[in-house]
């Protein structure tokens, strides 16, 4: 089946400092990717929708300067928490839908923990 | 580590069909329970959640699921469904003490008119 690889699982990083996540699809190609934040004892909250080639589309109150997202190929979407604070520290997951939005996969998650 | 299995990739039913899908977890702790829908083209919605109380919890567009603490079940229904719930189901777990949502595979639902 379709399998999505989300990279780190964790990281632990400074404040300040950026950190990239990445979501590759294994075995499929990724028109669309979504990348959604979940918040201590709530539900997913989707962050921004990236389709290929072009430039995602951000969720209202998500800054797109702080959140930088880039689908540059079928199989790749990364998010980079830049100059990120303790605030930023959440779980980040994403997901790929494969051509014509057939089907939806899920990566494994990033713990960010900003110190 | 928790983890989620859905046991039915894709179901397909006829209007006006009763729909139970299946949600089991493996983690011995307390958990966090939900199940979300993907419509075709959008994003993830939540349709449900379980947290505490009442182990049957209603949901959104007629949705409810039954956690049975014994079984590590979390089984989704709707007693008559309709074309429009043609989507993809996910059920999802959080350990109380750990916000990592772990998501099953997926059902595609697809409901005939």
């Known amino acids: 089946g379709a399998v999505v690889s989300q990279h780190p699982s964790r990281v632990i990083c400074k404040s300040g400092t950026s950190v990239k996540i990445e979501c590759r699809s294994l075995d499929f190609q990724a028109t669309t990717m979504f990348w959604y934040r979940q918040f201590p004892k709530q539900s997913l909250m989707l962050m921004a929708t990236?389709?290929?080639?072009?430039?995602?589309?951000?969720e209202q109150g998500v800054e797109k300067d702080k959140f930088l997202i880039n689908h540059a190929s079928l199989t790749l979407s990364t998010l980079t928490v830049t100059s990120a604070h303790p605030e930023d520290s959440s779980f980040y997951i994403c997901s790929a839908s494969q051509v014509n939005l057939r089907g939806y996969t899920f990566g494994s998650g990033t713990r960010l923990t900003v110190v | 580590a928790q983890s989620v299995s859905q046991h039915n990739h894709h179901v397909i039913l006829s209007e006006a069909a009763s729909l139970e899908l299946g949600c089991n977890y493996s983690y011995g702790g307390t958990v966090n329970l939900f199940w979300y829908v993907q419509y075709p083209g959008q994003h993830l919605q939540l349709l449900l959640k379980y947290f505490s109380g009442d182990p049957l919890v209603k949901g959104i567009k007629g949705f409810e699921a039954e956690f049975i603490k014994s079984k590590f079940s979390f089984n989704l229904r709707k007693p008559s469904v309709q074309w429009s719930d043609t989507a993809e189901y996910f059920c999802?777990?959080?350990?109380?003490?750990?916000?990592?949502?772990?998501f099953g595979a997926g059902t595609r639902l697809t409901v005939k008119p």
């Open positions: 990236s389709n290929e080639g072009s430039k995602a589309t951000y």
């Open positions: 999802a777990v959080n350990a109380y003490n750990n916000n990592d949502m772990r």
